[in-house]
């Protein structure tokens, strides 16, 4: 299996621009999490999904921040209008029954 | 509520001494917890789990940990250190602010670093 994949991997955009990150889970895996991970507040959760509905948002900073999971093999996570502050690595995990997540290598966002 | 805290920032050994990296939980029912590790521009890749089975667990390249449920701890160890064992590890307890289980919950992470 080929893991959790993520794309892209870096990402630059300019202040206003919309952004999508997308990811792959592991197939055959029902749990999808996004997290966020920066130096000032470490890894967040920011969003998950069992079977590909949304279960829990509390984590998502703001209206800005969007995810979606349209099918079992394939998610967004989708910031518009971005902003600076966003700037973070943020990755996909997948999970089965076992509570164990696998993780994706992340995208490194900068938003100038 | 569960909550997880690494108890240093950063830990520094010798190449071939032992290693030994603090974490003390708090969950409200008898948690699941995980020990992952990060290395420089890469993902998290799990290194162990304890679930109720053996309290002592062994995990991919050397590191094992110990549940002891009386001291609230799961530290992480490792006989013999190696220059490719610096990097970054994450105690996690499952269960979020929500309570699900499926919820994992990081500690702020331990920098390890290697010298040699």
């Known amino acids: 299996d080929a893991g959790v994949i993520q794309s892209p991997r870096h990402e630059v955009t300019e202040m206003g621009q919309e952004v999508t990150l997308r990811c792959k889970p592991i197939s055959g895996h029902d749990y999808l999490f996004w997290y966020r991970q920066t130096m000032m507040r470490g890894l967040e959760l920011l969003i998950y999904?069992?079977?590909?509905?949304?279960?829990?948002d509390s984590g998502m900073p703001e209206d800005r921040f969007s995810a979606k999971m349209p099918n079992a093999s394939f998610s967004t996570l989708k910031i518009q209008p971005s902003e600076p502050r966003d700037s973070a690595v943020y990755f996909c995990?997948?999970?089965?029954?076992?509570?164990?997540?696998?993780f994706g290598p992340g995208t490194r966002l900068t938003v100038l | 509520a569960q909550s997880v805290t690494q108890l240093d920032s950063h830990v520094s050994v010798s190449e071939g001494t032992p290693v030994l990296l603090r974490c003390n939980y708090s969950?409200?029912?008898?948690?699941?917890l995980f020990w992952y590790v990060q290395h420089p521009n890469k993902g998290l890749q799990l290194l162990l789990k304890?679930?109720?089975?053996?309290?002592l667990v062994k995990g991919i390249n050397g590191f094992e940990a110990e549940f002891k449920k009386s001291e609230t701890s799961f530290h992480l160890t490792k006989p013999s250190a190696h220059m490719s064992d610096a990097a970054e590890y994450f105690c996690?307890?499952?269960?979020?602010?929500?309570?699900?289980?499926?919820?994992?919950?990081f500690g702020s992470g331990t920098q390890l670093t290697v010298l040699p």
């Open positions: 999904f069992n079977n590909n509905v949304p279960i829990d």
């Open positions: 304890y679930t109720s089975a053996a309290t």
């Open positions: 996690v307890v499952s269960g979020g602010l929500s309570g699900s289980a499926r919820q994992l919950t």
């Open positions: 969950s409200s029912y008898s948690p699941s």
């Open positions: 995990a997948s999970s089965s029954l076992a509570h164990e997540q696998f």
